[in-house]
């Protein structure tokens, strides 16, 4: 992975914690992380 992208994906869960992110900000958010559960399980 890039540091770009890792910072990238890094300032998406800072956002998303913080609660700055709109409804369908936050649901794209959930949608990405449960990908990269789903993938690291398999």
């Known amino acids: ?3 770009a992208r ?3 994906i890094e300032a998406k869960l800072a ?3 913080d609660g700055e992110l709109d409804d369908a900000q936050r649901a ?3 949608q990405r ?3 990269v559960v ?3 399980c398999n």
């Open 33 to 35: 992380m449960r990908e």
């Open 38 to 40: 789903a993938r690291s």
């Open 6 to 8: 890792t910072e990238d």
């Open 1 to 3: 992975m890039t540091m």
């Open 15 to 17: 956002a998303y914690v």
């Open 28 to 30: 794209a958010e959930i």
